[in-house]
């Protein structure tokens, strides 16, 4: 069974001993822990989670993006937290291996040794790269492109001028005009009541985009099960985890979303 964990998992999968006071589910992920420590689980993180998950909310805008926006090369890529390294350095140790999510512009801000990346074993690269972006189009409405219409709306009310591009870029010169309505609003908030306010927006927005680049890079693989805390109940409409887009990503592209209790079930 080969089983992709969403960064909500991984956290308690991982390190139980920091996490065991908030998992919702501890006893369902220590039975998962052992099945993966057994080899009757195959199990998978995503390179998504490894990015801007992995760092703080104010310094994706104040340290990541304000370089992309300013067209500084090369990009000084943060680091996370020593938790978020222990997490992800105990989740290997475990036996986890890792998807590639080549989303351009963005890579993992930890680094892994070569034999933790996941090999190409249903698909060839070609055929893997072509199944990633293949989900990530069919979803034109979630993901980045709720943060780059945050972002336009923010360049017309900061009075920027700019021009919203409808791509992520490939480089920090690309993304000169991006990003730069987001930046004014964290440093002097209009459309919101207070930074506060929009850094909880911000937040939730890049939890969504990151939400589906690990969904995209679990069909890429085209692995058994994806295993998530998340259960979508207060998902937006236009949100990857939403019940009605749960349904439709099932049906076309085979995505089987379970809970840890879920797996559970499935392997006891």
Not at 1 to 29: G, Q, R, W
Not at 139 to 166: F, W
Not at 213 to 235: E, P, V
Not at 249 to 268: C, H, K, Y
């Amino acid at each position: 069974m080969h089983v992709t964990f969403d960064t909500n998992v991984i956290n308690p999968l991982a390190c139980p001993d920091m996490y065991e006071k908030t998992c919702p589910d501890m006893a369902s992920v220590d039975v998962i822990r052992e099945s993966i420590q057994s080899g009757r689980i195959h199990a998978y993180l995503s390179e998504a989670s490894t990015s801007l998950e992995a760092i703080s909310n104010e310094e994706r805008l104040d340290s990541f993006l304000r370089q992309f926006a300013s067209g500084k090369i090369p990009i000084q890529l943060p680091k996370p937290s020593s938790e978020r390294i222990r997490v992800f350095s105990e989740a290997i140790q475990l036996g986890l291996r890792v998807l590639h999510a080549p989303r351009l512009g963005l890579t993992t801000f930890i680094e892994f040794p070569e034999t933790a990346w996941a090999e190409d074993t249903n698909y060839l690269i070609d055929e893997r790269q072509h199944r990633y972006h293949e989900y990530i189009r069919f979803q034109p409405d979630t993901g980045v492109e709720t943060i780059k219409r945050l972002d336009a709306e923010l360049i017309g009310i900061h009075g920027l001028g700019a021009t919203h591009l409808s791509t992520l870029p490939s480089s920090p010169i690309a993304a000169n005009s991006m990003w730069k309505g987001l930046l004014a609003e964290y440093g002097s908030p209009i459309k919101f009541r207070s930074k506060k306010k929009f850094l909880a927006e911000f937040r939730d927005r890049v939890a969504e985009w990151f939400d589906m680049d690990i969904q995209a890079s679990h069909y890429a693989y085209g692995h058994d099960y994806l295993c998530t805390f998340d259960s979508g109940s207060k998902a937006g409409p236009y949100a990857i985890m939403h019940p009605n887009r749960v349904s439709i990503n099932s049906s076309r592209f085979g995505i089987q979303i379970v809970s840890p209790s879920e797996l559970d079930a499935l392997i006891t």
